[in-house]
């Protein structure tokens, strides 16, 4: 347009900022913000509003808020995306002073508002707000649902939920969320039925908080059931619900039908790979989760701190003790990944099992962090198992000290 000597005018300029909201292409928008400077439309409040918009939406909060200030002509689209802009940064309380200065909120307005306590799980606040709001949509409803199960608050969230005068596909997802990770699997199972008795059609969200509760129970049947649905509902099987079939599947007991779906898997991540290594662990294959840990680099993605968790635990249930040193070794020396205490802990059980009591207890006494009770506990496991009292007492002595009135070393 411009190359053909054509003009852009207070029309063209919100899409195609619009556009670069969209695409996340603010280094763009910034360019298209110089041209409308130039032009002389910077005080059109449609203009005002998409900029402050793609602002927010690409983290310059500083851009945005610099626009609000001098917004002479403010609409309910540029106070809705300063409040969106600070929520999404966690500012919850730069968000609530822009909302309680706004004469014109919509429901977006509130239900922004609403929605930020929830991810916080701030859910007095998001309460107080739903309360008093004029007019609810099913998103108000829907982020009181969030909001409970940020708090694990199941009975709650079943309170909004049943008091529900609409529900879309989304608010049966935050309460079968809810139950899963309240580990109310059994809940979250029958109200699936429900759903299904009633003509609702689940989603990818649906099914990875199902398996989720099937992994929880060791339910293969039920898990069995719930790929057959995906797979004749013809429900999308990406990374995410991949990476659930492979974790209930190790969980229920089947390794092999949980390789058979990782292979399926076409983009792996590394909670794909991270899932399958941990059941190979789980059901004794250190070998296996040793050579998947190979694969895995080799394909390019990098193994994180919860890989060598993995890793680790599948060496001490094998007995690899020089192998676990050296994973331990490796993971500041050759992946800068600094141990976590779980990472000391699995060595530590290492050690103890196999015997080697002064090592584990030297290890325990080198560690850069306050060992944990799991840490000592497998130390005195190695005692007993292999009747060293002496350490043994030491360690007892230990494990009381770590009462919160003796916590300090």
């Known amino acids: 347009m411009l190359q053909r000597g054509l003009s852009p005018n207070n029309f063209t300029y919100p899409f195609v900022i619009k556009a670069c ?13 110089a041209h409308v400077c130039k032009a002389g439309l910077d005080s059109d409040v449609y203009i005002q509003s998409s900029l402050i918009h793609m602002y927010t939406n690409g983290k310059d909060l500083a851009s945005a808020e610099l626009l609000f200030v001098k917004c002479c002509d403010r609409d309910a689209v540029s106070w809705n995306s300063m409040i969106d802009g600070y929520v999404k940064y966690g500012e919850i309380e730069l968000a609530r002073n822009v909302f309680d200065r706004m004469c014109c909120r919509d429901v977006i307005s509130w239900n922004t508002m609403i929605n930020g306590y929830a991810i916080l799980g701030n859910i007095e606040e998001a309460k107080k707000l739903f309360d008093v709001m004029p007019e609810r949509s099913v998103v108000s409803w829907n982020s009181m649902l969030a909001g409970y199960g940020k708090c694990e608050d199941y009975e709650g969230a079943y309170r909004v939920f049943n008091e529900m005068p609409r529900r879309d596909v989304a608010s049966w997802n935050a309460m079968l969320a809810c139950y899963a990770q309240c580990g109310k699997s059994r809940e979250a199972l029958e109200l699936f039925d429900e759903m299904k008795a009633l003509g609702v059609k689940a989603t990818e969200a649906t099914v990875v908080s199902l398996l989720s509760a099937c ?5 293969l049947d039920q898990g069995s059931s719930l790929h057959k649905y995906i797979d004749e509902h ?12 492979v974790d209930m599947y190790a969980r229920c007991g089947s390794i092999s039908l949980a390789r ?13 790979w991270n899932t399958i290594i941990a059941g190979n662990a789980m059901h004794g294959h250190a070998n296996e989760a040793h050579e998947l840990f190979t694969k895995m680099q080799e394909t390019g993605i990098s193994p994180n701190d919860i890989t060598f968790v993995a890793l680790l635990s599948a060496c001490s249930h094998a007995g690899m003790v020089e192998e676990g040193q050296r994973l331990l070794a490796s993971m500041s020396s050759t992946y800068s990944i600094d141990p976590k205490v779980e990472h000391y802990g699995c060595v530590i059980d290492l ?23 799991s840490a000592w506990g497998a130390l005195l496991g190695g005692c007993r198992i292999h009747g060293n009292t002496e350490v043994g007492e030491l360690v007892g002595k230990r494990l009381i000290g770590l009462q919160p009135e003796h916590s300090g070393r």
């Open 21 to 33: 909201t969209v695409s996340s292409l603010t280094r763009y928008g910034t360019s298209v913000h």
């Open 234 to 245: 013809k429900i999308e099987v990406g990374t995410i619900t991949g990476t659930a079939l």
């Open 260 to 272: 058979q779906v990782f292979c399926s898997i076409e983009d792996k991540d590394v909670l794909t």
């Open 215 to 219: 992994a929880h129970l060791g339910a």
């Open 351 to 373: 050690l103890s099992r196999a015997g080697r009591l002064e090592e584990a207890m030297d290890l325990i006494e080198a560690m850069p962090m306050e060992p944990n009770s």
